[in-house]
T-cell receptor, first 115, second 117 residues
């Protein structure tokens, strides 16, 4: 079974600074998807970024980018120019290529942004 | 695009009663819908996966007779908590994935907070 590990229960960043959230996963598959979801205090899960394992290029979405290291099974999220609205729980998730879209979530990282 | 709604957002019920939660995909056809449960300060726990027109697949340890799931159309799935008890109090979240470019990604509803007295 696949597992997803987020080793940082909490992180803190100064507004306008950059922070990196770590995620590692365990799988024997070669094709899969990786996601970062954000859950603000409203508890609405919001897709931040998605990475297909077959793509070598790291995904980026505005201030959000990932460092995908397939051999190391690592998928970290970098948030640049942090804003107060970035404060939330962040969940890393894995999905097998053919798994009927079932996601395996990590335990989450709570990000605090200091003004 | 890819908006998922959930209703109600909050519900309080008496022990022993049943509660129905609706999950709708508003702008795409959801071939697969998922139901999660989330305890405070914890990650999401998958309860079941439902495909339109088929019986739901429940995760180990989830009572299918207690958590009834119906996915009768490509835009609607319902979760009914039958004979609810205080230990069923939780935050329930649905998600949906579908066709037309939304196969790979799950889009989440805003969640339903259930409190059983």
């Amino acid at each position: 079974a696949q597992t997803v590990t987020q080793s940082q229960p909490e992180m803190s960043v100064q507004e306008a600074e950059t922070v990196t959230l770590s995620c590692t996963y365990d799988t024997s598959e070669s094709d899969y998807y990786l996601f970062w979801y954000k859950q603000p205090p409203s508890r609405q899960m919001i897709l931040v970024i998605r990475q297909e394992a077959y793509k070598q290029q790291n995904a980026t979405e505005n201030r959000f980018s990932v460092n995908f290291q397939k051999a190391a099974k690592s998928f970290s999220l970098k948030i640049s120019d942090s804003q107060l609205g970035d404060a939330a729980m962040y969940f890393c998730a894995y999905r097998r290529w053919d798994a009927g879209n079932m996601l395996t979530f990590g335990g989450g990282t709570r990000l605090m942004v200091k003004p | 695009g890819a908006v998922v709604s959930q209703h109600p957002s909050r519900v309080i019920c008496k022990s022993g009663t049943s509660v129905k939660i609706e999950c709708r995909s508003l702008d795409f056809q959801a071939t697969t819908m998922f139901w999660y449960r989330q305890f405070p300060k914890q990650s999401l726990m998958l309860m079941a996966t439902s495909n339109e027109g088929s019986k739901a697949t429940y995760e180990q340890g989830v009572e299918k007779d207690k958590f009834l799931i119906n996915h009768a159309s490509l835009t609607l799935s319902t979760l009914t908590v039958t004979s609810a008890h205080p230990e069923d109090s939780s935050f329930y979240i649905c998600s949906a994935s579908g066709s037309g470019g939304q196969e790979e990604t799950q889009y989440f509803g805003p969640g339903t907070r259930l409190l059983v007295l």
